[in-house]
């Protein structure tokens, strides 16, 4: 329980420390570009430390039902949050862009405020759409 516990907060390490220092450095030319990689490297360098602690060892027969059944529980959740963090990063990215274009349109032409609000919601609606996909995945 507690290498689970280090190995989790070893991950959330991994995506805070570059982000940070990326926020708090001097904006130059190829630092995001170095924090992500530097982040990628951090994460998936985690991830694979943590399988081979966490899922090395000797399985009985006995055991192999119930640890197939945990390991297919654990994909599952892991698969159910990033479509729907994803999405919801992606619906972000997409709302921000469509919102400041309506609103640039809307101060130029109030008349199209219908057209605005239906490009602002389909931008929205891909976070739901996210979901959806994570609650089928669970279901």
């Given at each position: 329980?507690?290498t ?5 907060s070893?991950?959330?390490f ?12 001097e904006?130059?030319k190829?630092?995001?570009?170095a ?5 990628i490297l951090?994460f998936?360098?985690?991830?694979i430390i943590a399988d ?6 000797k399985?009985?027969a006995a ?13 599952k ?5 990033l ?5 919801c990063?992606g619906?972000?990215?997409?709302v ?10 809307l ?5 199209i405020?219908g057209?605005?609000?239906?490009f602002v919601a389909?931008a ?5 759409y996210g ?6 995945i669970?279901g």
């Amino acid at each position: 329980m507690t290498t689970k516990i280090i190995f989790a907060s070893i991950l959330i390490f991994s995506i805070v420390i570059p982000f940070g220092v990326y926020l708090f450095s001097e904006k130059k030319k190829g630092s995001f570009i170095a924090a992500l990689g530097f982040n990628i490297l951090f994460f998936f360098g985690t991830l694979i430390i943590a399988d081979i602690f966490l899922f090395g060892g000797k399985i009985s027969a006995a055991e192999a039902d119930a640890v197939t059944n945990t390991a297919e529980s654990g994909w599952k959740y892991m698969a159910a949050a990033l479509s729907t963090g994803l999405s919801c990063i992606g619906a972000g990215i997409a709302v921000a862009s469509a919102a400041s274009s309506a609103l640039g349109a809307l101060s130029e032409d109030s008349s199209i405020m219908g057209k605005a609000l239906i490009f602002v919601a389909l931008a929205e609606s891909i976070a739901l759409y996210g979901l959806l996909i994570s609650f089928t995945i669970l279901g």
